[in-house]
Structures are given as structure tokens and as C-alpha cells.
């Protein structure tokens, strides 16, 4: 394809597969020479991710929305720019289930993703406080499950209360136009269904979900704070068969070979007290509530499996007893780990012979503070600089190559207890993952000896892109005053500990 403009030359585009045969389908080249400017690349893809590279050439004003002067000359030298990604999988999960961000949000989100070269987009749908796909078999999740009363502020150890409801969800038109807006921009979509923890709205919206003979599960509504909830799935057929319904509609919407299911931070308080778990633990021969856990997470695994698609799970879904042989419980070969508890759930997984996605949350987790001191917006987790995350390293040490093999790639979680809204959001995301972008896409040199200096430098240029996208990053020397939450507990850093 040739965009020619006869007086000023042209920009041809071009899929050149000879491009990708040893750096894979984004492969790109950016060639610059006088009026003409050829983008190659090894596939679609390749030439998207070549189009933003010719776009960074560009300056800062080609990040606008529309053009600002009428009659703008640009101006480049020649230049040949070739260029792949180091990792296929270069991630960030948005967690609209704690605090729901419209539609529009989620399509400048894909925006700012694209500008920046990752390409998946993992969707954290549901959660205790709120579920956000519409789920045409089973209407109470969203008529029910999409609202809360009210939400506490700050860490949940802040007395605060937002006495304002909180809700909303995504109908499957949304979801359809989120996920074609993201192919469009070569980015996938991977959606989570977190079970079998972390599902209180679910319970909520129907109450037999939940273990009904050791609470009266008809008293709970959707939760208001934040932590890790003891109102788990009932492991039934009921549960089983009701999550099978809401999976069908799931893979109907979203193309995604990868499918999250969550499988993290599930108490066995009510497994262990209720007879109908028990049951089902001697049915099966499962020893414990660890195994009776594993068998849900299983059970999910083959279904997925038998569809044509591969479970991504927390690294939880490593736990649960010897019935697989060992670490990993009979998971099929396609299940990949998401490795957020540091990095030995990445690689326990790898040398099990499980793909995994490294996102330890002491290194991305982008919901951390990105500075000590009181100035920072309600902050929680380690300190997380800009430079902490530019030397952030997807491959643990250790590793053999063909384990190596096994990392995907990383992604940066940004959970959103304490970012009620996409200012909140962009402030948590920003810098940072600028920094992320540039560890998943570049073969940068070990954590210590990357170029931190020059990196800044670079950045002077990317955040004068950065407020031409709109973006309200945190600036470098601090919060600006209206970015601070005075008065809103975060967690206090004493006491955290040390980064491993
Ligand atoms: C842990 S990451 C969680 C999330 C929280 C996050 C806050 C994971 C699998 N579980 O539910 O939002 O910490 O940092």
C-alpha cells in the first residue's frame, strides 16, 4: 500500500514476511530517505509496530489527536531503522473490576498500549467488588453484581468510606468494539473470570454460587473494601456448570487464544468447614482443601483445553498437592502461569515445562508507590521507581535456555483499589510504563549495567509525547498538587518486606 502525495512524496507500506524469519511476525524497517519513506514489516503487525516507530521520528506533535498546524512540514534526515521485539508477550492488565473505567478509558488505554508497543491487554473482569460483563445466560452478575453501595478509601485499613455507589460493566457490544479496537491495533485481549476466590459479586448476584451451608450467602452483597475475602465458590456442579455458561459466552466474545481464570488468593476457611466440600474431596480423592483446589482450577483447565484454548492462571494454580506428579498437578501442557508472588511461581513453572508471564509484584506492579515520602497519592506496596522499573529483568536468573524459552514475556498490573479514576490510573501507569515498554521490546544489558542516564534523556522527548497523548503521568520531581490525596491512608512502608 502507498500513501503519495505528489509534491511531498510518499510513505509506502509494505509485508515483507522474509522480515520475520529469525525476529518473528513484528519485525520491523523504517526506511527514510528524502520525500520517501518505505514501512516493512513481517506481517500487519509488523508494520503497525513499524508505523509507531516512524511516529516517535516524527516529534511529539504526530501524538496528537488531529494535526495542530495547518501546514506542517516534517522534516526527517535519512535514517534506516530496523527493529523486533525481544518478547511476544508484552502485557498490561487493567483492573476494572475494583473500580470500573468506562468504555472510552479502556479505547485510549489501547491507545496509549499501541503508542508504546504492547500488544496484549489482560482485562481483569471480575472481582469481589464487581463484575463487568454482561452475561446474557446469567443477568444477575451485571443487574446485581455491577454495583456496589459504597467503597471504602484509601488501603482498607483507612477509616474513609466513598458514600457515593460505584459500578458499571461492559455490554457485549462493548467488549465486541473494545476487542476489534485492540486487533486493530494488533493488541490482544485476554479476559479474566477469576475463580475461585476473589468472587463475592458473583455470590451476590446468585447467592447458590457460594458455600450455603456455612453461611447464609443470601446476606452478602457486593463488597465495599478491599483485601483478600474469605466468600469463595462452593466447589459444585452447580458452580461448575453455572461458570461453564458464563466461559461459553466468554470465548464467543473474545479471540484470544490465552484466557485468564484467575485461581489467586482463595482462603480454605469455608472449604474446610463445609460438609458439601468435604464431599466432594472424598468423591474425588482429593487429601485436602489445597487439592480440592487444584481439582477446580483443573476442571477448567481441560474444558478450556477441549475448546481450543489455553488457561492462564495466577501462579496459585502451581499449588495443590502431588495428583499430577509433583508441582503441577496435571494442568494441561498449553497452561501458562502468570508469576505475581516474585518470581518462583515463574520458575517453578518453566522447569515444569508451563509457559509463563513474569509479572512479579514487586518489580511491575504499577499500583506501588513510585517514590517514598508522604506526597504520593494513597500509597501502597514497595517503592517501584522509574529506574527500579527500567531495570526490571522478565527472565530469572537461573534458567536453563530451553527453560529461558518458557517466559512469553511481562506484564505490569495496574490493580485499582486506590485509583478510583483514569487520572488515578495514568498517574500509577505513568512513566513507568514507558520504562516496562522499553524492558519487553529491547535486548537490554543486565539490570545493573542498563543505561538508566540515557534513558532520561530519552524521556525529556516522551513526556512531551506523553502530554500530547493527555496523559497525567506523575512529573518527575513529584506529584502535582492536585494529584496528592492528603488525608487518605495508603500503607505505611515500615514494615514491608525486602524485595527478593
Ligand atoms: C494481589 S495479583 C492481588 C490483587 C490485588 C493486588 C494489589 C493477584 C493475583 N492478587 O487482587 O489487587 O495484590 O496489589
Known amino acids: 500500500m502507498c500513501i503519495r502525495d505528489s509534491a511531498n512524496g510518499g510513505v509506502l507500506l509494505r509485508v515483507l514476511p522474509e522480515l520475520g524469519a529469525e525476529d518473528g511476525p513484528e519485525a520491523h524497517r523504517v526506511v527514510v530517505d528524502g520525500h520517501l519513506v518505505e514501512i516493512a514489516g ?24 488531529a494535526p495542530v498546524s495547518a501546514k506542517r512540514a516534517w522534516e526527517l534526515p535519512p535514517v534506516v531503522v530496523e527493529d523486533a521485539p525481544r518478547f511476544a508477550w508484552r502485557g498490561a492488565l487493567l483492573d476494572v473490576a ?39 445466560r446469567c443477568p444477575r452478575l451485571t443487574e446485581v453484581g455491577a454495583w456496589r453501595a459504597r467503597s471504602k ?23 465486541r468494539e473494545i476487542v476489534a479496537y485492540a486487533a486493530e491495533r494488533h493488541i490482544t485481549v485476554v479476559p479474566e473470570i477469576d475463580v475461585p476466590g476473589h468472587s463475592q459479586a458473583a455470590i451476590a448476584a446468585y447467592p447458590e454460587l457460594g458455600n450455603t451451608d456455612v453461611i447464609d450467602t443470601t446476606t452478602l452483597s457486593v463488597w465495599d473494601t478491599w483485601g483478600i475475602n474469605p466468600n469463595v465458590l462452593a466447589p459444585t456442579d452447580t458452580t461448575l456448570a453455572f461458570y461453564e455458561n458464563v466461559l461459553t459466552e466468554v470465548l464467543d466474545l473474545f479471540p484470544s487464544p490465552f484466557v485468564h481464570i484467575g485461581g489467586d488468593e482463595c482462603p480454605k476457611g469455608q472449604w474446610k468447614a463445609s460438609p458439601a466440600a468435604r464431599a466432594r474431596m472424598a468423591a474425588e480423592g482429593l487429601a485436602d482443601e489445597e487439592e480440592l483446589q487444584s481439582w477446580f ?26 495428583l499430577g ?43 506501588h508507590r513510585q517514590a517514598p515520602g508522604d506526597d504520593e497519592p494513597v500509597p501502597i506496596g514497595w517503592v517501584r521507581t522509574l529506574e527500579d522499573v527500567y531495570r526490571f529483568e522478565p527472565v530469572p536468573s537461573g534458567l536453563s535456555p530451553a527453560e529461558a524459552d518458557r517466559v512469553l514475556g511481562a506484564q505490569a498490573n495496574l490493580w485499582t483499589e486506590v485509583m478510583e479514576n483514569q487520572q488515578r490510573v495514568d498517574y500509577q501507569a ?6 516496562f515498554a522499553e524492558t519487553v521490546w529491547s535486548p537490554l544489558p543486565a539490570p545493573a549495567e542498563r543505561d538508566f542516564a540515557s534513558f532520561e534523556r530519552r524521556m525529556t522527548t ?6 500530547a497523548l493527555g496523559v497525567d503521568y506523575r512529573p518527575p520531581g513529584g506529584p502535582r498538587p ?4 492528603p488525608g487518605v491512608l495508603g500503607r505505611p512502608l515500615e514494615g514491608a518486606p525486602p524485595i527478593v
Open 462 to 467: 516522551h513526556y512531551a509525547r506523553l502530554d
Open 430 to 435: 505513568f512513566p513507568r510504563l514507558a520504562a
Open 482 to 485: 492536585w494529584q496528592r490525596r
Open 153 to 175: 478509601l484509601g488501603h482498607r485499613a483507612s477509616p474513609l468510606w466513598d458514600e457515593r455507589p460505584h459500578g458499571g460493566y461492559y455490554t457485549k457490544d462493548d467488549i
Open 42 to 65: 513481517a506481517s500487519e503487525a509488523g508494520v503497525f509496530r513499524g508505523a509507531q516507530t516512524f511516529r516517535q521520528m516524527l516529534g511529539p506533535e504526530a501524538f496528537r489527536r
Open 297 to 322: 482450577i483443573r476442571h477448567f483447565d481441560r474444558w478450556l483445553a477441549a475448546r481450543g484454548r489455553r488457561l492462564v492462571g495466577w501462579d496459585e494454580i502451581l499449588e495443590g498437592g502431588t
Open 98 to 136: 475494583r473500580h470500573f473505567m468506562p468504555k472510552g478509558g479502556v479505547l485510549r488505554y489501547l491507545d496509549l498500549l499501541a503508542a508504546h508497543k504492547l500488544n496484549v491487554l489482560h482485562l481483569h473482569l471480575t472481582d469481589d467488588q464487581g463484575w463487568r460483563l454482561q452475561v446474557d
Open 325 to 367: 506428579g509433583g508441582l503441577t498437578p496435571g494442568l494441561t501442557p498449553g497452561a501458562t502461569v502468570s508469576s505475581w508472588r516474585g518470581r518462583a511461581g515463574g520458575i517453578a513453572a518453566a522447569r515444569a515445562g508451563h509457559d509463563v508471564i513474569m509479572c512479579p509484584e514487586q518489580e511491575v506492579y504499577l499500583d
